[in-house]
């Protein structure tokens, strides 16, 4: 027997994760008369990760909202920049994120990542624990009951990655504080403490240095600073604390 109908419509922004017939105008769905409108959105593809507000017949109700027969629903997209509970901000990046986690370490960004697929259980498990925001192109991953918080990547081109993040979140940014490899802490250190890590090239062409508290990486000026630095000020110039105003 069928359940209670309901018209639907979903913020363009939405489109991408919606079956072609559900894009553009509203439509009608037959609910099951249990289901949560959460679970419904759901069901249609859209991660509540990305949804924002939803609105029945003008009035805002929460994901745990019943549908019933004739309601009009609006789904919206999450608003940006998004608010995250808790302090301090902090990410975790699914397996096949590893530049982008990179290029949120450079800039100072708590961005853990896991080289080796560790399963969508465990990742959403490490997400509850840690209280870290899982990014990921995955949409099944993120509509895991026990994760914390999560939110889709929406490009595949670590550039536009980047600058997704950095808009939706807004975290702060604190450059060439962390390591890239492993994402410790950096601190600076002197010439001599670590001259016999160095080959003798570095020693002799390099003064300034810094070292990871956790893994101990060297790092100084190397060969790709240049193309480091252009991230760093492109970054800070858009998204860094002068830039919000």
Excluded at 199 to 210: P, Q
Aim: proline share 5%; hydrophobic share 40%; with cysteine.
């Amino acid at each position: 027997m069928n359940g209670p109908e309901i018209i639907v419509g979903f913020a363009p922004g939405l489109a991408l994760f919606l079956p072609h017939e559900r894009r553009g105008a509203p439509s009608t769905l037959t609910t099951d008369g249990s289901s949560t409108l959460g679970h419904t959105v759901e069901s249609l593809g859209v991660p509540l990760t990305e949804v924002g507000r939803l609105v029945v017949d003008g009035r805002e109700v929460a994901a745990s909202h019943i549908p019933a027969h004739g309601e009009s629903v609006d789904v919206y997209e999450v608003e940006r920049p998004q608010s995250v509970e808790g302090a301090p901000l902090r990410f975790l990046l699914d397996v096949h994120l590893g530049t982008l986690a990179r290029r949120l370490r450079l800039l100072g960004v708590d961005a853990a990542y896991l080289s080796e697929d560790i399963g969508d259980p465990a990742l959403a498990t490490y997400s509850a624990r840690d209280r870290r925001v899982l990014l990921s192109r995955d949409r099944g991953l993120l509509r895991r009951r026990e994760l914390w918080a999560g939110a889709y990547v929406y490009s595949d081109r670590p550039e536009e990655q980047l600058r997704d993040v950095l808009g939706r979140f807004r975290p702060e940014l604190r450059p060439w504080t962390r390591c890239t490899a492993c994402n410790g802490t950096l601190a600076s250190v002197t010439k001599e403490d670590v001259a016999h890590l160095l080959e003798e090239g570095t020693r002799r062409t390099h003064e300034v240095f810094a070292q990871c508290t956790a893994c101990e990486r060297l790092y100084w000026s190397g060969a790709h600073h240049k193309q480091l630095e252009q991230v760093v000020a492109e970054a800070m110039a858009e998204f860094g604390e002068a830039a919000r105003g």
